[in-house]
């Protein structure tokens, strides 16, 4: 979500998380779920999509445990969130210094997140962009959080 900028797995995936990323930006609130969420719809009628797989749920737990690091809380399912800007400028800040990355190891999608992370989130599409890129971008090579 903190990456979002219109990319992704199907046009029928892109379209989905558009939605979502525009009910989010309006200010619903995230509810953390186990399992595959909303943003995997598209993908969930293929019964060997990866949403289903181990490497998916262990990925979740990192990307919990990173984030509940972070903003010194436990990600637990049932968790409600609203994603103001406060909290996706700290989220973003987290990824810009790699602190919330744990999940992203062997991801097909990490040079587009780093990539963006470098640009300073401009063109995302879940709330506002930092207006400032970040200092330690030089040094760096996206369900509801859930």
Known sequence: MLTFVGEGYSPAFTANYRRIAERLSAGEEIEIVHGPDDICAPLLADADAHCF???????????????????????????????????????????????????????????????IATEGFDGVLVGPARLTRPETARETSARRMG
Do not use: Y
């Open 53 to 115: 797989r181990q490497s998916v749920e262990t990925r979740d737990q990192l990307a919990a445990s990173d984030v509940g690091a972070l903003l010194g809380m436990a990600i637990v399912e049932g968790l409600v969130i609203r994603p103001d800007a406060a909290f996706l400028a700290k989220l973003r800040e987290g990824f810009s210094k790699h602190s919330v990355r744990g999940a992203c190891s062997g991801c097909e999608w990490s040079s587009l997140c780093d990539r």
